[in-house]
């Protein structure tokens, strides 16, 4: 009984295949289904996910959802899918709904700067894994915190920048409180600085606390903001943005300008959506691994199952890549070599 409750649980990891393919073939034979709510009535846990993102309506998390369910079903798990534009209170109400349902694990996209507005539910035994938190930020520490290195990418995003030759380069994104926008920030700010160039607060705009948070607004950000950005006197010839809806409104500016992507004007994207190698020009920008993460985050919530409550937090890291396409170039009347260092980078 033992050995067929562990792999209708999900732990038959060091059990011997040839084990497992007889209890499998039992299942199939029988016909056997578990009865969840039997189940959820015995243990008070139901066997499923919830997945708790900013809004679906950015590509990356509707990308992101669809692996960490693929993740969650080969496990025996269901995914519930929760849109809260990163809103705490709205967040709350949301993670404590789910919890009166019996939902005990809980993976949260939001990137806010802390888990204080769940931290009842945390020390109640809620299971978080978070994406895009610093470990023990505000003190209250999640099963596992996953991220891609933000400053790394914002990094190469500028780098690649710099060895076009460009000099004026702009940093332009949305929801410039959360943590992922502020490591891109910093790794764009300090790209600079190695390559010997102060950052000129008139080429950084940033949303900020006081504005709305939905993610679905990015490309209007980047497009109300590039037109900004070339309005003042001296305008930017690259601009690093936050993300890539971010930089699909960078394109509809500059298209609306009459200027030209990327003789004119290079743009870097985040995320790699989709839809970015389909742009005009294709977008340049940094991956985000969805579908590595999504298998990370599944993985954690079931190690955390079997976790010690006197370890530590898991802390994992992913390097993003650059994935260079047609929307920057070197800027317009530079002899620069595509390729060619142009400062000590």
Request: net charge positive; proline share 6%.
């Amino acid at each position: 009984m033992s050995t067929v409750s562990n792999v209708l649980n999900g732990r038959s990891r060091r059990m011997r295949p040839a084990t497992r393919r007889r209890v499998d073939r039992a299942i199939a034979r029988l016909g056997y289904r578990p009865n969840r709510a039997a189940r959820q009535l015995r243990t008070g846990h139901a066997r499923t996910i919830a997945l708790v993102v900013p809004s679906v309506a950015n590509p990356f998390w509707g990308t992101f959802a669809v692996y960490v369910e693929s993740a969650a079903m080969t496990h025996g798990y269901q995914v519930v899918l929760c849109n809260t534009d990163r809103d705490r209170a709205r967040e709350h109400a949301y993670v404590s709904g789910l919890w009166r349902d019996g939902i005990r694990d809980v993976i949260l996209g939001s990137s806010l700067p802390s888990l204080d507005h769940i931290a009842d539910l945390i020390a109640r035994g809620l299971t978080v894994v978070a994406l895009g938190l610093p470990p023990g930020a505000g003190g209250i520490q999640p099963a596992a915190s996953i991220s891609v290195d933000n400053h790394q990418g914002g990094l190469l995003a500028t780098r690649h920048l710099l060895r076009r030759g460009h000099r004026r380069i702009a940093f332009l994104s949305d929801l410039g409180r959360f943590t992922s926008r502020v490591e891109r920030c910093r790794g764009y700010r300090d790209a600079l600085a190695h390559a010997g160039l102060a950052p000129d607060p008139a080429l950084i705009s940033m949303r900020g606390a006081d504005t709305m948070s939905r993610d679905a607004g990015g490309a209007d950000v980047g497009r109300a903001g590039t037109r900004r950005l070339l309005a003042g006197p001296k305008p930017p010839t690259a601009i690093v943005t936050g993300n890539d809806l971010c930089a699909f409104g960078v394109l509809a500016a500059a298209r609306e300008l009459g200027l030209s992507v990327p003789r004119d004007l290079s743009v870097v994207g985040f995320d790699d959506i989709d839809l970015a190698r389909l742009a005009n020009p294709p977008l340049t920008t940094v991956r985000q691994p969805a579908r590595e993460l999504a298998r990370m985050a599944v993985d954690q919530v079931l190690r955390a199952a079997v976790r010690r409550p006197e370890q530590e937090t898991a802390t994992l890291v992913v390097r993003p890549r650059l994935m260079v396409r047609g929307s920057t170039a070197p800027p317009r009347g530079s002899t620069v070599r595509v390729g060619a260092s142009t400062a000590p980078l």
